[in-house]
């Protein structure tokens, strides 16, 4: 049985993403929910850095991403949307995805959470938790075209076995985000593979620093102490201290951090979290004179 939010979540949700629309399970609304989702609540992957695996119970996720204004990664994201567009009465169906961005021969492990979505008219792919490349709008479940989005293009492919593929087109070239198929998931699924990239040595959740916005006219991504632009123009900036991390996380991905402690004996998550970001500017700093 699908989660749902009470009317006070439900109004609370609205306005931590500003929607004041219509209520109706139409595709115009799960257009603009879709659109507005991902502009306010970023993907961010704090927790796992911290050792700390994610909870995927509703009441956790919508106490972390909407009442303590954080954000997420794909599970966190997409369970919180899903328990809204059910509220609403959409018919959803939730999947799993290989993903192949930046590594597109790789055969990974089905760690991605996104959802199948059913309006009167159509079928729709819903997904606002992939990071860099977050569909800033749901794709109509229909194959081998290209459909716009408010940011770049997007494409359904089917390809062997009867997976699907969706792929981007950044300039010329259509790179590979993710293949799926439609078997649906279940809580035991997704509890799994939350649990892997939150405690996996080699999951790039554990080791690196990523939050990720969507917003209008571009994205903003941080990978470390890298922070980049991406939309009419590109550009990258270096992040030299914890302090630096700490301003783009709260400033640029709107999050709502908890203050500096300046008692460096008392265990709290602000000295948890500051002792994390000195850690990725060190490794990084590490990283960049070697190979200078």
Known sequence: MNQTLSPAQLAAYFDRIGYTGPQQATSETLYALHRLHPQVI?????????????????????????????????????????????????????????????????????????????????????????????????????????????????????????????????????????????????????????????????????????AARVMPGERQTLFDTTLSQRGKTESKRELTSAEELRGVLQDVFGLALPAKDSDTRRETPASGLDDVLERIVRLSTSITSTAS
């Not at 059913?118 to 860099?132: C, H, I, Q, R």
């Not at 892997?196 to 690196?208: G, N």
């Open 42 to 210: 970023p993907f961010e992957n704090l927790d796992a850095l911290l050792g700390r695996t994610p909870r995927l119970d509703l009441e956790s996720v919508f106490a972390k991403l909407v009442s303590a204004r954080r954000g997420g990664y794909c599970y966190e994201h997409n369970l919180l949307f899903r328990a809204v567009l059910d509220t609403l009465g959409f018919d959803t169906t939730g999947l799993a995805a290989r993903v192949l961005w930046n590594d597109p021969a790789a055969m990974t492990p089905r760690t991605h959470m996104m959802l199948l979505v059913e309006t009167p008219d159509d079928t729709w792919l819903a997904d606002v938790g992939f990071g860099s490349m977050t569909l800033s709008a749901p794709l109509l479940f229909d194959t081998g075209r290209e459909q716009a989005t408010p940011h770049e293009p997007f494409r359904l492919d089917l390809i062997e076995r009867g997976d699907f593929l969706l792929q981007v087109k950044l300039g010329d070239a259509w790179r590979p985000i993710y293949r799926f198929d439609l078997e649906p998931q279940f809580p035991a699924d997704y509890a799994m593979a939350n649990h892997y990239v939150s405690t996996y040595p080699e999951s790039i959740f554990v080791d690196h620093l990523i």
